[in-house]
């Protein structure tokens, strides 16, 4: 009957009309419908079917469909360029718009106010003041709409005055004219006018609808601005305004940006149909407060899934130090069609960077280039940090040298990481390149630049740096910078100035500034020192097993046998034990971790033999162990025993048993390499021809031909 044109025209238009209305029509029959209607020649069913097209997100086809309409030389009237016009807004497609522009001043409807309110907010999705403003200016009888639309436009460029000058100028205002400046000082960061604008149109007696506190709320997301936020939710409550998802989500996101997940799930609670937006929010909100478990069991419920839940999800991971359940949702990303994008990249990276996982890293970079991501100074800096951090410097300069734009988190980056492999020089000379590239150095740079000193001995150059900072970076030296240089001088040796240095501070010393000074005090026997700034840590810290243990060593490398043993009996009274030493290196992918001592792996008795079989070598090489860091009352032979099977010693044995002679033995050590270990390590990667990393608590040892990257200073 349709196809023959049996039933009525009018008849046909509302069947049309119903079918793409995306309330409750289907759209793809109504599409089908039309296509079936011979001789199509009503403007009516064409409007209907253009409008209808972009209602249900099909603004491309909206625009495919004019051009249809154009190729059978049908005349389109004002409705059509209206509906034109919006399907150009939503497609972003401006070309078409002005295209579309043109043809209307050819039909003579430029002068009409439909089709001009139309023309000037499709300008203001662009941000073409000039167009929309020729457009304006040439209109007859000047709408609410199109004043609305021009301020608009105005406030998008960042015009905000001149907005507000022009809104002051409209001869009428409606609930949207006065949304529309309320956004503009929103997204302008100009927080205080926006919410005075708001309790102008209150005392104009404008009701506001959900569109107005839509841009409230997201403002106080973004400022995280929970009093306000709180006090929007309840007045949109009070004033009995309608609760649409679009509102619910984003009091739900507001929430959530501030830390309040326990609101936001109320509010999620009772939407009646939770969208995918709001689980998205909620999720993002849970792992924001670290209650990954919260979002990982919401995530598993979610019926369907997009980037975003995915992307949040891993971060919650990945900030959680839940490495691997992040390496694992990425690959189940990849079995869906979801194609992950430079964020996901990003947060994938640190995960890598964190487990020290290089074969992953590389697995990601691979990704990355494959899938033709693009490398923006973010996912830059992100993968020469995961290079520097699974031990392969060279490798993050290459990165580096290949980013074409650098800003201070890259150069930042670049620095620390040269700092933590050794290269203290090098690290310096980046910081000079810099500064001469005009990239004025953060509190974080300044960081990296005394750890360069301190791991290199450049005292002079660390006080220069140190004094640099607020005579010439105008930056306040923090309690980590502090750290840096009492570290500086301890290692050096150079205790009285470190002691000084933290009694002249102009914030209370926290526990990293004494742990730094113990530390220096075990390297130099001072044990006046050391018992001060044991003193300090065990207010600060009482169950840290390490200021015992130093305490403890120091104590017995002197000879004092009294005060070891009642330092050791305070631990044991205050039920502390010591951290065990912890070695993990990556075969095939797998994790395999190592203790001290330790007999449990399936492999020991290879690993045994290849003990065995490196103090041989090692002997012959002229090899001494240092018997006298194992401070147990045992047998110098006992003692030899028990350093061979320290964790990092049976890392490099299942290394060098597990990998080709050509790879790279990557180890990661939960505390610092003793110094046997770090004697001994030398005499391995030499006998046996072998590059030898590893990542202690502090820094990177790259092992060669006998020799240690940190110059046996560290």
């Known amino acids: 009957m ?20 995306p309330d409750h029509g289907d759209y793809n029959y109504g599409l089908l419908l039309f296509r079936q209607v011979q001789n199509a020649s009503s403007t009516y069913l064409w409007n209907t079917i253009i409008r209808g097209s972009s209602r249900n997100g099909r603004p491309t086809t909206s625009i495919d469909l004019y051009g249809e309409l154009r190729v059978k030389g049908l005349r389109p009237d004002s409705h059509t360029f209206s509906f034109l016009f919006k399907a150009c807004s939503l497609a972003l497609d401006l070309h078409f718009g002005k295209r579309g522009h043109g043809e209307a001043i050819r039909f003579g409807f430029e002068s009409d106010t439909f089709v001009a309110d139309s023309l000037i907010h499709m300008y203001s999705v662009f941000g073409c003041l000039d167009d929309a403003k020729r457009v304006f200016d040439g209109m007859v009888v000047k709408s609410v709409a199109s004043w609305t639309s021009l301020v608009g436009v105005y406030a998008k460029v960042g015009l905000v005055d001149d907005a507000r000058r022009l809104f002051d100028e409209m001869p009428e205002r409606n609930v949207v004219s006065w949304t529309t400046m309320i956004r503009g000082y929103s997204e302008s960061n100009r927080e205080m006018e926006a919410m005075f604008c708001f309790r102008e149109m209150m005392s104009m007696g404008v009701k506001p609808d959900s569109v107005a506190l839509l841009s ?9 601005n929970l ?32 830390e309040d997940v326990y609101s936001a799930r109320r509010v999620f609670n009772e939407m009646p149909r939770k969208n995918l937006v709001a689980c998205n929010s909620i999720i993002d ?16 419920q979610m019926p369907t899934k997009d980037l975003i839940s995915f992307n949040s999800m891993i971060a919650g991971h990945v900030q959680s130090g839940q490495y691997k359940e992040a390496w694992t949702l990425f690959c189940d990303l990849r079995v869906t069609n979801l194609k992950p994008d430079s964020y996901t990249m990003v947060r994938l990276l640190s995960a890598c960077a964190n487990m020290g996982a290089l074969d992953a890293g590389k697995v990601i970079h691979s990704f990355i280039i494959v899938n033709l991501i693009e490398t923006d100074v973010f ?26 734009q650098k800003d201070v988190l890259a150069w930042t980056a670049i620095i620390s990481g040269l700092a933590l492999h050794g290269r ?24 990296g630049v005394l750890t360069a000193c301190s791991h290199g001995g450049l005292v002079e150059e660390g006080h220069l740096h140190f004094k640099q900072m607020e005579d010439t970076y105008l ?75 130093i305490l403890y060593n120091i104590y017995a490398s002197m000879g004092k046998w009294y005060d070891a043993s009642k330092t050791r009996e305070r631990m044991e009274n205050a039920g502390i034990k010591k951290e065990s030493g912890r070695s993990s290196i990556m075969v095939r992918g797998r994790v395999h971790e190592f203790i001290a001592g330790d007999k449990t792996h399936p492999r020991f008795e290879q690993i045994q033999a290849m003990i065995s079989e490196i103090s041989r070598h090692l002997m012959l090489a002229g090899y001494v162990p240092i018997t006298s860091d194992v401070l147990l009352d045992i047998d110098d032979e006992e003692k030899e025993h028990a350093l061979f099977f320290h964790s990092e ?57 006998g020799l240690c990257s940190c110059n046996d200073y560290w």
């Not at 100035?497 to 026997?525: G, K």
């Not at 169950?543 to 243990?549: C, E, G, L, M």
């Not at 110094?675 to 990667?685: E, G, N, P, V």
């Open 379 to 404: 996912l830059g800096t992100s993968l020469l940090d995961m290079y520097a951090k699974c031990g392969r410097i060279h490798e993050a300069m290459l990165v580096f040298v290949s980013m074409s």
């Open 424 to 447: 203290p020089k090098a690290a310096l000379d980046h910081f000079a390149k810099m500064q001469r590239a005009g990239i004025k150095p953060n509190d974080i740079t300044l960081v």
């Open 285 to 300: 909100g849970y792992c924001k407060e670290g209650k990954v478990e919260d979002a990982r069991l919401l995530f598993d």
């Open 216 to 224: 409230l709320l997201r403002m106080c997301a973004r400022l995280q």
């Open 649 to 705: 010693k049976m890392a490099v044995a299942f290394g060098l048993i597990s990998l080709p002679a050509n790879v790279p033995i990557h180890i990661m050590k939960n505390l610092r390499v003793c110094r046997d270990c770090h004697s001994a390590l030398k005499s391995i990667a030499k006998v046996y021809s072998r590059e030898i990393i590893i990542r202690d608590r502090s820094r990177f040892h790259h092992f060669r031909g």
């Open 227 to 258: 009093a306000l936020g709180k006090w929007v939710h309840q007045f949109a409550y009070k004033e009995g305004i309608e609760m649409n998802d679009h509102l619910a989500v984003s009091v739900i996101d507001m929430y959530s940006k501030c």
């Open 2 to 21: 349709i196809v023959n044109g049996v039933l009525f025209p009018s008849s046909l238009a509302n069947l049309l009309a119903f079918l793409v209305d």
């Open 475 to 549: 930056l306040t030296p923090k309690v980590e910078h502090y750290g840096c240089m009492v570290d500086l001088l301890g290692r050096a040796g150079r205790l009285k100035e470190a002691e000084e240095l933290v009694n002249s501070m102009p914030m209370e010393p926290d526990a990293i500034i004494w742990a730094s000074l113990l530390a220096a005090c075990r390297t130099h026997n001072n044990v006046f020192l050391a018992e001060v700034a044991a003193k300090k840590l065990l207010d600060l810290e009482p169950h840290k097993d390490a200021i015992y243990v």
